[in-house]
């Protein structure tokens, strides 16, 4: 199954979401996405799962990486930060993460692949 991740900036920061326990993802952190849905392009999930999970909303500013049928975006925040709104059954804390700070969170993918850093 394909999926589309979003990688959320804003202040030289990135959001990084602690997904629910009850996700194969198993409380790490991740950024937002998920799931890529038939006739859906990889950049409209992306924006989809970004508000599904965090209730932000963002625009792809330009894709990162490819790794099979993972897909991953930098995207821009299109509104405050502060309208930050976890879906709990998904995302159970959120944090904005300095990007110097980013290989120190102990995330589930391997970020060296994605963000130059």
Do not use: H
């Not at 991740?5 to 979401?17: K, M, N, R």
């Not at 799962?49 to 299109?78: D, H, M, W």
Request: proline share 6%; glycine share 6%; net charge negative.
């Amino acid at each position: 199954m394909a999926s589309a991740w979003a990688l959320i900036e804003d202040d030289s920061e990135l959001l990084f979401v602690r997904r629910s326990f009850d996700l194969g993802r198993c409380g790490q952190w991740c950024p937002p996405g998920g799931t890529i849905w038939d006739q859906e392009s990889p950049e409209i999930a992306c924006i989809r799962e970004a508000y599904e999970e965090t209730g932000l909303r963002v625009s792809v500013r330009k894709p990162i990486a490819q790794f099979e049928s993972a897909y991953y975006f930098f995207c821009e925040l299109n509104g405050d930060r502060d309208q930050l709104d976890l879906r709990p059954e998904e995302c159970i804390d959120a944090e904005w993460i300095p990007s110097s700070e980013i290989l120190d969170l102990g995330t589930v993918m391997d970020l060296r692949r994605i963000i130059p850093i």
